[in-house]
């Protein structure tokens, strides 16, 4: 199914996470600490991360930050702390989700899943259509405003014909954005769309993602329109 890479200094809860994904078919791959894991990311294609923030040799924060860097995949952090601005900081740094230790290993395979279910796509960005005729999906299908174009079958950015990394809640709102120019958005109604009603977090979410998105954006970053007191709008002028 899945290539995982569970980064976890304590056995234990390592074994309990391995075990829960084999049980779903994925293959585990195990870091013990911040320094193992980038190794096992240069070296091994993975699908997703899941992420123990208090590791020794290199902190969990550090290694989100520079697995964002090497590529764009999901990553699940764990926390012994339910302070609001570690998750902020773990988000910041390119995280996608988190869990707050206890947590139950059923809710953090739903989790792990769920985002692979989103981020999965076929990178051959071929079809047939109807009359047996092969296409390319990512141009047919690409989104452009500006100086801004998204491949959605090659869950590609483009920024002015350069490629650009974005995080997957970063991609999401972006691509949202673009299928729904000059719609006004509140922060709620992000939060639920993107995020889903089950989300534990609060709107400060949205905004440190949209902030971000507009630092990756550059110039374009204007695009995303902020209207005090109702939200967000994506709008591309002439």
């Not at 240069?42 to 208090?54: F, G, H, T, V, Y």
């Not at 590791?55 to 952090?77: Q, T, W, Y």
């Not at 590609?156 to 000059?182: A, C, Q, R, W």
């Amino acid at each position: 199914m899945a290539n995982i890479l569970i980064v976890e200094d304590e056995k234990n809860m390592q074994n309990i996470i391995c075990e829960y994904m084999h049980r779903d078919g994925h293959t585990c791959f195990t870091a013990d600490d911040g320094i193992d894991a980038l190794m096992v990311l240069k070296s091994n294609p993975m699908d997703l991360m899941i992420l123990d923030i208090m590791m020794p040799h290199l902190d969990g924060f550090s290694v989100c930050k520079m697995a964002r860097e090497m590529n764009s995949l999901p990553i699940i952090i764990l926390t012994a702390k339910s302070d609001e601005e570690d998750k902020l900081k773990g988000y910041e740094y390119g995280a996608d989700d988190y869990m707050t230790k206890p947590f139950s290993p059923k809710i953090l395979l739903a989790k792990a899943n769920a985002l692979l279910r989103r981020t999965s796509v076929n990178f051959t960005g071929t079809v047939n259509d109807a009359s047996g005729n092969t296409l390319n999906e990512a141009l047919r299908n690409m989104l452009s405003a500006g100086k801004i174009a998204i491949s959605p079958a090659a869950h590609k950015v483009f920024l002015d014909g350069t490629e650009i990394t974005l995080t997957h809640k970063e991609y999401e709102l972006l691509y949202f954005f673009m299928s729904n120019p000059g719609q006004v958005f509140s922060r709620e109604q992000l939060l639920n769309r993107i995020w889903g009603y089950d989300f534990a977090g609060n709107t400060r979410t949205v905004d440190t993602h949209i902030k971000t998105l507009r630092q990756k954006l550059g110039s374009e970053g204007k695009s995303i329109v902020t209207l005090i007191r109702s939200g967000y709008k994506f709008e591309v002028k002439g």
